[in-house]
């Protein structure tokens, strides 16, 4: 095994940069650069040293070393942290340092690939760490965090074990017997099978709302021209982001941005108002919101309530009715909006009075955005599937499972039943990497940084 280097924190300049180096060397390499060959420092307690640099007498640095021998440390091999001033030219030369002296630069992952391969935690909790460092909201930081503390493969053992128990039946059973199961066995085995089944499938289920903290809910404002989109855009995102004004055609383009919304990632987007156009940019515009529109999660019709519905109103309903929308009724702060009101026909996706002047009805439509996504479930309450690798996974898992249940069902022979169950175990076994291939792993560390 080689010792690896890297950067641990972000490049550029900061306070003190983090340079850490993992593997058999670490400890000789951080000799050689204080320039002391006893240094060894306490475990995990950080000494205060100066760099040497390459010429006689040069000092590139004072920086704190830190060595967490193996396998204690988070590789499960030595490691030495270098704490040095955050200077990229320092931390440059600190690092080019370590490399003539036998260190190599680590790949992406690669220090929690070796905490992996060295059983300091299993796939699902490496994936957490990434997934962690990339979180965008605090639900989606504590969703990789329960993660992280290892409750995916905790809620995992209870399917796996009935799994392997029924394999382990259903195999003595072929050795041992002559004759076939026992009714009363297969039906214990049935039982047991159809739980695991629901096991999976519940916690499979959870990734319809676990993949948008990750993913993000792509809601996307619609409507024709003037009825106020960018006006609520704006409001929704508490900064003026678009350009709002009373000529119709302002918006030209599609502007996307993030906000985050009870913890759910929103990507917002606002779009050039829906008419035909003989103006070749607003065309264009208007082909983009068509894009928009197909590409997103939920649509917010605006229609403008001070007024009569126009026929482009009607058709920008149209346009949407056969995506998730709701209505957005806006300009309620106008007299003419409550006069019209009575009039107004009710839309079946559910409408809400707003005003993107006084922001009156904002707090009902960000609920009404959030509510086809969290249904029952706060995203808060329980554990979720966010990966779409797992749910992947879990869904093949419980096929297998469930075809293996069918067939001992109809009467199959044990071999028959066998093979999905074992292949049921496979896939959990490859959600928390027990089963996984070095290529599968290699794939999964490429979308980790660099120090990880
Ligand atoms: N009174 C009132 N005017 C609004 C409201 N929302 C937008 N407007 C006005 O309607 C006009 C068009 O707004 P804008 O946001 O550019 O509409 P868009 O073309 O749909 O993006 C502007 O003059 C806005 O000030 C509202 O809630 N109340
Ligand atoms: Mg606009």
């Excluded at 993949?211 to 995102?237: A, E």
């Excluded at 067939?407 to 049921?424: D, F, M, P, T, Y």
Aim: aromatic content about 4%; some cysteine.
């Amino acid at each position: 095994m080689d010792t690896i280097v890297a950067l641990g924190t972000p490049a550029g300049r900061s306070a003190i940069g983090v340079i850490r180096l993992s593997g058999p060397d670490s400890l000789s390499i951080a000799r050689s650069i204080v320039g002391e060959n006893y240094f060894k420092p306490e475990p995990s307690q950080p000494v205060l040293r100066s760099i040497k640099g390459t010429a006689s007498n040069s000092i590139l640095d004072r920086a704190l070393l830190t060595f967490f021998p193996g396998p204690n440390s988070y590789t499960g091999e030595d490691l030495v942290e270098i704490s040095c001033h955050g200077s990229p030219i320092v931390l440059r030369q600190v690092i080019d340092l370590t490399l003539g002296l036998g260190a190599r630069p680590a790949g992406p992952g690669e220090f929690t690939l070796r905490a992996l391969s060295n059983g300091k935690m299993n796939l699902t909790q490496a994936e957490a760490i990434r997934d962690l460092i990339n979180a965008q909201t605090e639900a989606a930081a504590q969703q990789a965090l329960r993660q992280m503390m290892g409750e995916l493969s905790s809620r995992l053992r209870r399917p796996q074990q009935a799994l392997i128990h029924t394999i382990v039946q259903l195999e003595s059973a072929l050795e041992f017997v002559e004759d076939d199961l026992p009714e009363l066995k297969r039906q214990d085995i049935v039982g047991e099978l159809t739980e695991v089944a629901s096991d999976l499938h519940n916690l499979a289920s959870t990734f319809e709302v676990g993949h948008l903290l990750r993913d993000g809910v792509r809601v996307t404002i619609v409507g024709r021209p003037n009825v106020g989109k960018s006006s609520l855009f704006n409001k929704l995102l508490a900064f003026e982001r678009a350009i709002v004004t009373e000529v119709p055609g302002t918006t030209r383009d599609t502007l996307t941005e993030r906000l985050g919304l009870d913890g759910i990632p929103i990507l917002l987007t606002d779009t050039a108002g829906l008419r035909e156009s003989s103006d070749r940019i607003e065309s264009i515009g208007v082909e983009r919101t068509r894009q928009a529109m197909a590409e997103a999660d939920l649509l917010v019709v605006v229609l403008d309530g001070s007024e009569d519905l126009r026929a482009e109103d009607l058709s920008a309903l149209s346009q949407a009715k056969s995506a998730r929308h709701i209505v957005a009724i806006n300009k309620s702060d106008v007299a003419s909006f409550d006069t019209l009101e009575k009039s107004r026909p009710s839309y079946e996706a559910g409408s809400v009075n707003v005003s993107a002047v006084t922001g009156f009805g904002l707090e009902t439509l960000r609920a009404a955005i959030l509510e086809p996504f969290v249904a029952g479930d706060s995203p808060n309450a329980g554990f979720l599937i966010t990966d779409a690798r797992h749910y992947d996974l879990l869904l093949r898992a419980r096929n297998e499972v469930q075809s293996s249940w069918e067939l001992l069902q109809r009467g199959a022979s044990e071999e028959l039943v066998l093979i999905g169950l074992h292949n049921g175990l496979r896939f959990l076994g490859q959600i928390t990497g027990e089963t996984s291939t070095d290529e599968i792993l290699s794939e999964i560390f490429a979308t980790f940084c660099i120090g990880k």
